[in-house]
């Protein structure tokens, strides 16, 4: 979705309609389509999960981006807002259309193409209650110590089951998402995370009207 007068439309593709808690990663992907003819640089996205029933605890989210400059996964820090919802902003190095950037410098979305990112999230505590939840990927761009939004997506719904297995229960190989992969920023990923607070909260404010959340 593109927000009037902002460059970047975006929406999230692919995601399954079921996660569940103890169990291996998902898979998505985030695209950014520049609706303009020049480059936008710096761009930052935001995905925000927030639940129907419950809060979205980060401890309890596992959350990874394919960074297509460095070829790895990049781990996401997870924040929770005051409303409950969980947010985690992407950092690391990008390359696309002939261009890269790295470290904190955000993805390169070149005139009239997109850039699409695939994204592993995970629920992997056993424990973790069933709930229906709501992802949305919004968009920040970075302007030295500021930034404003650039665009956010539709609404991608899905259900969070409980696991099958009892809680604190051996886990069997391979469903963790990969442990190795660069670690991110965090002082970075804060600064981008404050730069969205204040549309956070109109995120938070629509899908409550939409949920009946109070």
């Given amino acids: 979705m593109r927000v009037s007068g902002f460059p970047i439309a975006t929406r999230i593709t692919g995601g399954p309609a079921a996660f569940r808690a103890g169990s291996g990663p998902g898979e998505f992907t985030v695209e950014l389509t520049n609706t303009t003819a020049e480059p936008c640089r710096s761009v930052h996205p935001v995905v925000v999960l927030a639940g129907r029933d419950h809060a979205v605890a980060p401890a309890r989210v596992r959350m990874e981006f394919f960074d297509p400059g ?16 969980a947010v985690g902003a992407f950092e690391g190095e990008s390359r696309a259309g002939g261009e890269s950037r790295a470290g904190g410098d955000g993805f390169v979305v070149p005139g009239h193409a997109t850039v699409a990112i695939p994204v592993r999230l995970g629920f992997p505590a056993l424990d973790t209650l069933a709930d229906s939840i709501v992802a949305n990927a919004a968009v920040v761009q970075r302007r030295g110590l500021d930034g404003e ?66």
């Fill in 70 to 85: 460095s070829g790895t996964w990049r781990r996401v820090v997870v924040e929770q807002t005051d409303h409950g919802e």
């Fill in 149 to 214: 939004w650039v665009g956010q997506s539709g609404d991608y719904p899905f259900s969070l089951l409980a696991s099958e297995e009892q809680p604190y229960a051996s886990r069997p190989p391979g469903d963790e998402l990969a442990p190795t992969g660069t670690q991110p920023d965090i002082g970075l990923v804060a600064a981008v995370t404050a730069l969205v607070a204040a549309g956070l909260l109109l995120l938070a404010g629509a899908r409550r009207l939409r949920t009946g959340r109070h």
